[in-house]
């Protein structure tokens, strides 16, 4: 009977543990953007795993006092940042650093997330346009993920048309409709 009672419970917590899993060996990157009017924001969510945090936190703590300041976050943000190119109808366009966030070093060897967030600003035109974006920044072993996302406002209307992703998943290309409502 005490058997019955501790089954369903270890079901309960091996179900829930595996829910939260996320790979030990590498650095699981996953970019958001949202294609909204005049920009493309871009949330970056990195998730280093336990054996590979040690590049993580060598990049985010370069004084090695075992915390991670608003000035190495922003660092970081930008060194990140700059392993990563978006174009626009083929050209590219530079990202603009918004805000980094860090979870204390504790917490992110717990599987807390690193979030960048920045924006690129582009022109709004009718038609057909094109959209590309490459994460080549690997601090470690990592996998990539890239999605893309529709903010209509202001009078304009997206609709993708086409989606392409490298088979490693850096790289993300989309075609969109952009029209006037």
């Given at each position: 009977?005490?058997?019955?009672?501790?089954l369903?419970?270890?079901?309960?917590?091996?179900?829930?543990?595996?829910?939260?899993?996320?790979?030990?060996?590498?650095?699981v990157?996953?970019?958001?953007?949202?294609?909204a009017?005049?920009?493309?924001?871009?949330?970056?969510?990195?998730?280093?795993g336990?054996k590979?945090?040690?590049?993580?936190?060598?990049?985010?703590?370069?004084?090695?006092?075992?915390v991670?300041?608003?000035?190495?976050?922003?660092?970081?943000?930008?060194?990140?940042?700059?392993?990563?190119?978006?174009?626009?109808?083929?050209?590219?366009?530079?990202?603009?650093?918004?805000t980094?966030?860090?979870?204390s070093l504790?917490?992110?060897?717990?599987?807390?997330?690193?979030?960048?967030?920045?924006?690129a600003?582009?022109s709004?035109?009718?038609?057909?346009?094109?959209?590309?974006?490459?994460?080549?920044?690997?601090?470690?072993?990592?996998?990539?993920?890239?999605?893309?996302?529709?903010?209509?406002?202001?009078?304009?209307q997206y609709?993708v048309?086409?989606?392409?992703?490298?088979?490693?998943?850096?790289?993300?290309?989309v075609?969109?409709g952009?029209?006037?409502s």
């Amino acid at each position: 009977m005490k058997r019955a009672r501790l089954l369903p419970a270890a079901l309960v917590v091996l179900a829930s543990s595996a829910a939260f899993a996320h790979p030990v060996d590498e650095v699981v990157q996953g970019a958001y953007l949202t294609l909204a009017p005049g920009e493309v924001r871009l949330e970056l969510d990195l998730t280093p795993g336990t054996k590979v945090m040690g590049a993580v936190v060598t990049a985010l703590d370069t004084n090695k006092d075992g915390v991670v300041s608003h000035q190495e976050a922003r660092a970081y943000g930008m060194k990140v940042l700059g392993r990563s190119t978006l174009k626009i109808d083929g050209k590219t366009v530079p990202w603009t650093l918004g805000t980094v966030e860090v979870p204390s070093l504790s917490t992110l060897r717990l599987g807390n997330v690193i979030k960048i967030y920045a924006t690129a600003k582009r022109s709004d035109a009718a038609g057909t346009r094109t959209l590309s974006y490459q994460n080549r920044y690997q601090p470690a072993k990592s996998s990539w993920i890239a999605n893309v996302f529709l903010q209509p406002a202001s009078g304009w209307q997206y609709r993708v048309t086409k989606q392409a992703r490298s088979n490693d998943g850096r790289t993300l290309a989309v075609t969109y409709g952009a029209s006037r409502s």
